[in-house]
């Protein structure tokens, strides 16, 4: 790996770091402001609603400019977002402001991997750069948590630090050819543009499983982050601050899941990780029977290990699949805009859940029996499919 592929790899962390800080942050806020307890996963569904709105737009974007070009933009348009959350607008009108930033940050991010480095570096890219989202996941996890514990208002001051250095990173990424630029720019055309990206790409046996995994993996994914932080408060009487420890148990296990897919698993052997996914769902359940942090601790890491060594390879097989059949840019919008819908609707049963007063034990068991039967169900259909 060369001296620009670094460059990116700092610039994702600096910026995941604040993303992932501004969360808790915004979770305090909440509290400070006496908000009901069901608008703290209502934060995550206004934030990922860019991801799909802007779905037609954003690849396109991202393919038609320089992409670290377009990574400073994104970051700017955070930066805007954070400091308006800081000058009292409501945390979730304000963290809507960052999702149109990260919705524009995401094709680019991950875009530019397949543009700046050969196809048999692709998984090992995806190790480091899942590697370095996880560690930025959970020092923000962290140190959010703590920062925000002592005033959600200095917690902003400190994440608009981090989103400067992060622009700066953005202004010395390499520049890469245009890939895949658009004859037209008309809204038609657009809307006409994705749609085309997305049949393509979800009638590829390849593209169609990588597609349902990822967007099962980051739907579960971003509701058990919230479903932690009460499930911990009720089954181990933890606060904010350690609560958010434990979401980043699961992702310390990502970054050694992810590391060792890196290491072990070539691209064309992407789709043998899925029974992990079954594992996951199983892992998920087990939250049921636990009452001591220690063996909560040891469960979410194992967690974390199997979701990193299950969606790095299949992340790579999309984005090279991708890639080859519509362009980076486009690719990974598709992907965004599937993963969000995911999030959206599971972050949105999870808010009734919380809305109906459906116990939070009961709620682990029902995501971890969803996201078991799912996987066997992708299972026996890729198989099915794959020898047809």
């Known amino acids: 790996m060369n001296r620009g592929f670094y460059t990116i790899l700092s610039a994702q962390f600096l910026s995941a770091l604040a993303d992932n800080a501004l969360l808790f942050a915004a979770i305090a806020m909440l509290a400070e402001r006496h908000a009901p307890n069901w608008h703290v996963p209502l934060l995550q569904q206004f934030f990922v609603i860019s991801y799909i709105v802007l779905a037609p737009f954003v690849g396109p974007f991202a393919d038609a400019l320089p992409k670290g070009r377009v990574m400073f933009i994104a970051n700017a348009i955070k930066f805007i977002g954070c400091a308006a959350m800081g000058m009292g607008l409501p945390p979730l009108y304000a963290y809507s402001i960052v999702g149109l930033g990260a919705a524009a940050y995401s094709p680019a991010k991950y875009g530019i991997l397949t543009e700046f480095l050969p196809q048999e570096e692709l998984v090992k890219a995806n190790g480091w750069m899942e590697g370095t989202t996880v560690g930025a996941i ?6 959010g948590g703590h920062m925000a514990s002592i005033s959600p208002y200095f917690a902003l001051g400190m994440i608009i630090c981090l989103y400067l250095i992060a622009a700066l990173f953005n ?14 720019r008309n809204l038609f055309f657009l809307l006409r543009d994705f749609w085309q990206s997305f049949t393509i790409l979800w009638r590829d046996p390849q593209g169609q499983v990588s597609l349902a995994v990822t967007t099962l993996f980051w739907g579960v994914g971003s509701t058990m982050r919230l479903v ?29 899941g992810s590391v060792f897919a890196a290491r072990y698993v070539k691209l064309e052997d992407s789709v043998k990780v899925l029974p992990a996914g079954i594992l996951m769902g199983i892992c998920v359940m087990l939250m049921y029977f636990i009452a001591d942090w220690h063996f909560a601790a040891v469960n979410l890491f194992f967690l974390g290990v199997l979701s990193g060594y299950f969606v790095v390879p ?25 993963e969000n819908i995911g999030i959206l609707l599971l972050t949105g049963i999870y808010t009734l859940m919380v809305k109906t007063d459906v116990p939070i034990l009961w709620i682990v ?24």
Do not use: E
């Open 171 to 184: 202004l010395y990424i390499p520049q890469v050819a245009i890939d895949h630029d658009i004859p037209q």
């Open 228 to 256: 932690i932080i009460t499930w911990a408060a009720t089954a181990l009487h933890f606060g904010l601050d350690r609560a958010t420890q434990l979401t980043a148990m699961v992702a310390f296990g990502i970054a050694f």
């Open 138 to 143: 959970i020092l923000g996890a962290i140190v």
């Open 365 to 388: 068991v029902i995501f971890g029996a969803f996201v078991s039967l799912i996987m066997t169900a992708i299972m026996r259909h890729y198989v099915k499919t794959s020898k047809g």
């Open 314 to 338: 299949l992340n790579a097989l999309l984005q090279h699949r991708g890639h080859h059949l519509i362009g980076a840019g486009h690719s990974i919008a598709v992907q965004n805009f599937n």
